[in-house]
């Protein structure tokens, strides 16, 4: 008998064993049956019929079935994963609402495998990109070839065309509505995501460059990184201070004071080691003026940085504001009311309550495919909001944002406020311009916002996986809603003055909107 068990439990322990990465590539090479794949886009649809809070909101019903019928139509065979992924990443960009998404199922790599693929840099991850005109340029060079100059065209990869490619991933994705800033910026951004999508990640990569009509090839190396550094590596750096030997106990004090220092600094204003800068900034220019940049609302401390950032901005006397949010993509509405607060000088809402299709529909995000943990977060978090945070209201569930109004801050700021906006200000972020532009508090300089001025489809999210091809498709279910509206409907803030850094301007580290706005200052100061 124990013999058996034991023979069952070896077993089961083989069986369970995970699958190579070249099994898991193999698995999404197979082919799937037209009619399970067919099945799938129709259980895809009816999941978004039940789940998504305004599917209709910039297309008809008619017409989206239309394209679905479409794209139907062109599914006669069996297709691999891989194969049917873009099709339906196709029909969902239709829905023009820039937080629904797909993506295959993720490889899954072993601890040890990790380890090395994070010390590796593979070739098309080793430039920052920049899109104009439907062309692809090279913003930042990180790549061991130091004769590649900034600014430089890529006409090709691997004799792929390079605008094909950019029209093709275009139409893979959505921004809200009917913007058409969001779709370059975001592109840009996350062009090797884009294109790793389609090619596996490759040890090199031919490019074809064009720098003022002259056209060069170049073949592109991947490299280990040789200053990659793991928490292990830094603590044995600290326990390497402590027993240094040499070093007095009031010297190793003062390090140690300093280390410590500079790691809250670091954490407050959010330091990105791989972009190396921080993703917070608080800068003073002349005429009392203060530059605050902002890359996310989704960051820690937010509290505490918006405490110590207007501390500073009172203490200086400031009395003109920039915030840059051009490449934040959005976050937590409560991080925005915090700045709000600061901003703001009477009790506010910022936002209206979020409309749910359900009752019980932020108890979705725990059925997803996910860990223990995020199951337990998730269920813990769905019947807290369905039991304290979810009300009907004229047969329709609302979901409270708020439960009330939002304070001023004692050290308000009063003075003239500026908020440079890009495509790339997405999400909350075009809810936090629709707030502060519904309060006439901020002259807006830069490019029309990415997300809708009226409201978003996110805040909690279903991952829904189809049944054959196990495509994972990401659905909002809370519907925000700004306080403000404007008339036209799927665009963003658009920008009271509308500029754009050009790329040699970026290349040479001028910006051109926060130029404008100082100039601006100067001309009031003088008048």
């Known amino acids: 008998m124990k013999i058996c068990f034991l023979l069952v439990f070896f077993i089961a322990i083989f069986a369970c064993k995970p699958l190579s990465i070249a099994e898991q590539k193999a698995k999404l090479d197979e082919k799937i049956p037209a009619a399970f794949l067919l099945k799938d886009l129709d259980e895809l649809y009816a999941r978004l019929q039940k789940d998504h809070p305004f599917l209709y909101r910039y297309i008809s019903k008619e017409e989206l079935e239309f394209k679905l019928d479409s794209i139907k139509k062109t599914i006669r065979e069996p297709l691999s994963s891989k194969e049917f992924y873009p099709k339906v990443l196709f029909w969902v960009s239709q829905v023009r609402q820039g937080h629904l998404s797909a993506s295959l199922p993720p490889l899954k790599y072993s601890k040890q495998e990790k380890n090395i693929r994070d010390k590796i840099k593979f070739p098309i991850n080793q430039f920052d990109y920049y899109i104009e005109n439907n062309k692809l340029f090279i913003k930042k060079n990180a790549s061991k070839d130091s004769?590649?100059?900034?600014?430089?065209?890529?006409?090709?990869?691997?004799?792929?065309?390079?605008?094909?490619?950019?029209?093709?991933?275009?139409?893979?994705?959505?921004?809200?509505?009917?913007?058409?800033?969001?779709?370059?910026?975001?592109?840009?951004?996350?062009?090797s995501g884009f294109y790793n999508r389609n090619h596996d990640s490759k040890d090199s990569l031919t490019l074809e460059l064009k720098l003022k009509d002259e056209l060069k090839i170049m073949k592109i190396k991947k490299y280990f990184i040789t200053n990659f550094k793991s928490k292990q590596d830094s603590l044995k750096h600290i326990d390497s201070i402590n027993n240094f030997k040499k070093i007095s106990k009031k010297l190793k004090?003062?390090?140690?004071?300093?280390?410590?220092?500079?790691?809250?600094?670091?954490?407050?204003?959010?330091?990105?080691?791989?972009?190396?800068?921080?993703?917070?900034?608080?800068?003073?220019?002349?005429?009392?003026?203060?530059?605050?940049?902002?890359?996310?609302?989704?960051?820690?401390?937010?509290?505490?940085?918006?405490?110590?950032?207007?501390?500073?901005?009172?203490?200086?006397?400031t009395q003109n504001l920039i915030i840059d949010v051009r490449k934040n993509g959005g976050g937590n509405p409560k991080?925005?009311?915090?700045?709000?607060?600061?901003?703001?000088?009477?009790p506010f809402y910022l936002v209206e309550n979020a409309k749910l299709t359900s009752k019980f529909a932020l108890l979705k995000p725990a059925y997803g495919n996910q860990n223990f943990l995020s199951k337990l977060f998730n269920f813990s978090y769905g019947f807290y909001a369905v039991l304290f945070k979810t009300k009907k209201v004229n047969n329709e569930f609302e979901y409270v944002m708020e439960r009330k109004e939002n304070q001023p801050k004692t050290n308000n700021f009063k003075g003239?406020?500026?908020?440079?906006?890009?495509?790339?200000?997405?999400?909350?972020?075009?809810?936090?311009?629709?707030?502060?532009?519904?309060?006439?508090?901020?002259?807006?300089?830069?490019?029309?916002?990415?997300?809708?001025?009226?409201?978003?489809?996110?805040?909690?999210?279903?991952?829904?996986?189809?049944?054959?091809?196990?495509?994972?498709?990401?659905i909002g279910l809370m519907e925000v809603k700004t306080q403000y509206k404007q008339d036209i409907i799927g665009r963003g803030k658009l920008p009271d003055i509308e500029l754009q850094s050009t790329l040699e301007e970026i290349l040479t580290k001028k910006d051109r909107e926060v130029e404008w706005i100082m100039n601006e200052i100067l001309t009031k100061k003088n008048n």
């Open 147 to 191: 004769i590649i100059s900034l600014g430089s065209e890529i006409v090709s990869i691997d004799n792929e065309n390079v605008e094909s490619m950019l029209t093709n991933y275009k139409t893979l994705f959505a921004s809200d509505g009917f913007n058409t800033t969001f779709k370059n910026r975001l592109l840009a951004d996350r062009f």
């Open 253 to 317: 004090k003062e390090i140690l004071n300093k280390l410590k220092i500079q790691h809250e600094r670091k954490n407050l204003y959010a330091y990105n080691k791989y972009e190396n800068e921080f993703a917070r900034e608080l800068k003073f220019k002349e005429n009392a003026t203060a530059y605050l940049k902002i890359n996310s609302f989704a960051l820690p401390q937010y509290k505490k940085f918006y405490k110590e950032v207007f501390r500073k901005i009172d203490s200086a006397k």
């Open 335 to 346: 991080d925005i009311a915090e700045l709000c607060s600061y901003l703001i000088d009477k």
């Open 416 to 474: 003239k406020i500026y908020i440079i906006t890009s495509g790339m200000s997405f999400s909350a972020t075009s809810i936090f311009a629709s707030f502060m532009d519904g309060e006439k508090r901020a002259t807006f300089v830069g490019e029309e916002s990415g997300g809708d001025y009226n409201g978003t489809v996110a805040g909690r999210y279903y991952y829904y996986t189809l049944p054959n091809s196990k495509i994972k498709v990401n």
